[in-house]
């Protein structure tokens, strides 16, 4: 009867074992997918910016206007500069997860294979809504990416990184890094217009409202697999 009862709750513990350990698969899969998917159109979105010629975000200015002076395709120079980028997280001391190795790449050759899709579009009344779209597409994207939890982009970890080296604030040190970006994607080339200032406007409450809507719980044993790198309210601090 001890040797049944025994064998009985092996069982159950070794069911449970097995449960848990599909749970964590399935959490692992479904934050993998919301990585890549909102990589995916994070670069989608940026070609809709692009497409609407109305202006651009920060660094895609700059991505335009070194386009513009090299002959590469933009989502080529968005690669070029990301991994670039990603090189000083080196002195800064800063640790890059899946995540932030995934957003060199996947941002580039989904905006790239999005413009070859796209149509061009001349009149306002097409320009517009390509515009607002590309805005809250990147929203959604943002709060997709973040939210899996596979560590920071290379653009982000380097306003983060700039601000425990230097001890200034987030708020500073992006606003200065990217004052910086937009006045040199300028002088290349690269378009500045009302979309540059309605998406520094939108961006941050956008993105904190589909970070809440995609947040994923915790896996059960608490693990997170890779760095996850700074808390997405951070990153999306304006």
Do not use: C
């Not at 749970?23 to 890549?36: A, D, F, I, M, W």
């Not at 070609?47 to 513009?68: C, I, T």
């Not at 983060?160 to 200034?168: A, M």
């Not at 040190?173 to 002088?187: D, K, L, P």
């Amino acid at each position: 009867m001890h040797q049944a009862t025994t064998t009985t709750g092996g069982h159950v513990l070794s069911t449970q074992g097995h449960f848990l350990q599909r749970l964590k698969q399935g959490h692992l899969l479904r934050r993998l997918s919301q990585l890549y998917v909102g990589l995916a159109l994070y670069g989608s979105s940026a070609a809709l910016l692009v497409e609407a010629g109305l202006g651009l975000e920060p660094w895609g200015v700059l991505h335009q206007g070194l386009a513009e002076r090299t002959g590469l395709t933009i989502g080529v120079v968005s690669i070029v500069v990301g991994a670039v980028v990603l090189l000083l997280w080196i002195p800064l001391r800063q640790r890059p997860g899946l995540g932030t190795v995934s957003n060199v790449f996947v941002v580039g050759v989904a905006m790239d294979g999005t413009l070859a899709l796209l149509p061009e579009a001349h009149s306002l009344s097409v320009r517009i809504p390509l515009l607002l779209a590309g805005i809250v597409l990147n929203g959604v994207a943002t709060g997709l990416y973040i939210a899996a939890r596979f560590g920071p982009g290379p653009r982000d970890g380097l306003m983060t990184g700039l601000h425990r080296r230097t001890g200034r604030s987030i708020r500073l040190m992006r606003t200065a890094v990217e004052i910086a970006v937009v006045v040199t994607g300028f002088t290349l080339g690269g378009t500045v217009g009302v979309g540059t200032v309605l998406y520094a406007l939108s961006i941050g409450p956008l993105a904190q409202l589909f970070l809440r809507v995609f947040a994923l719980p915790p896996a059960s044993d608490g693990s997170t697999v890779v760095a996850t790198g700074q808390p997405g309210r951070a990153i999306l601090r304006s």
